[in-house]
Antibody, heavy 121, light 107 residues
């Protein structure tokens, strides 16, 4: 059974930094690209960033490019999202998710439990 | 970037009703379209892949159709457990854009 267990998140001041983690199990981690999706309170889903299976290719939404950095440690089956220079509009529940199949032109078939990031002074 | 537009933004229907949700892409995405269900307070769940392929475990009352720019998600007989927000997603382009969602309630 695929499991994605998230950690990190919490309250941070504007301009601050936070690191999210997503520990995966139940599948061959290196074979799958992974992604982060966020959901602001009461709003819809917004794709944030993706990373290829071997970590050689990364993608970012315009809203976070230059501030967020996605990475993965395939030896530990874990993906990360380093968030710097956080703004109030980054406040959201952040989900990690696994791509449906090998490659990135697929939807997301397994999701973590979500972690709340609140940016406020 | 490809934009995804869903309609209506919300609907209310009776148990047993047939419900149709629409998703439109701003340009041709072939069948690179997925549907997700997000029940209140829960994690999104992939319902349909490639416009019409039901995921394992998804009830057969759900169906998807369409290709190119216009897509539909149909619930043939609405059940109380179908109360949720439904999102379409384009997975042909790098933005993996979601529609804004359609909220489905029971009347």
């Amino acid at each position: 059974e695929v499991q994605l267990l998230q950690s990190g998140g919490g309250l941070v001041q504007p301009g601050g930094s936070l690191r999210l983690s997503c520990a995966a199990s139940g599948f061959t981690f290196v074979d799958y690209a992974m992604t982060w999706v966020r959901q602001s309170p009461g709003k819809g889903l917004e794709w944030v960033s993706s990373i290829s299976g071997r970590g050689t290719t990364t993608f970012y939404a315009d809203s976070v490019r230059g501030r967020f950095s996605i990475s993965r440690d395939n030896s530990k089956n874990t993906m990360f999202l380093q968030m710097n220079n956080l703004r109030a509009d980054d406040t959201a529940v952040y989900y990690c998710a696994k791509y449906y199949a090998s490659g990135t032109f697929y939807p997301f078939d397994s999701w973590g439990q979500g972690t709340l990031v609140t940016v406020s002074s | 970037d490809i934009q995804m537009t869903q309609s209506p933004s919300s609907l209310s229907a009776s148990v047993g009703d047939r419900v149709t949700l629409t998703c439109r892409a701003s340009q041709d995405i072939s069948d690179y379209l997925a549907w997700y269900q997000q029940r209140p307070g829960k994690v999104p769940r992939l319902l349909i892949f490639a416009a019409s392929t039901l995921q394992p475990g998804v009830p057969s009352r759900f169906s998807g159709s369409g290709s190119g720019t216009d897509f539909t998600l149909t619930i043939s007989s609405l059940q109380p457990e179908d109360v949720a927000t439904y999102y379409c997603q384009n997975f042909k382009s790098v933005s993996w854009a979601f529609g804004q969602g359609t909220r489905v309630d029971i009347k």
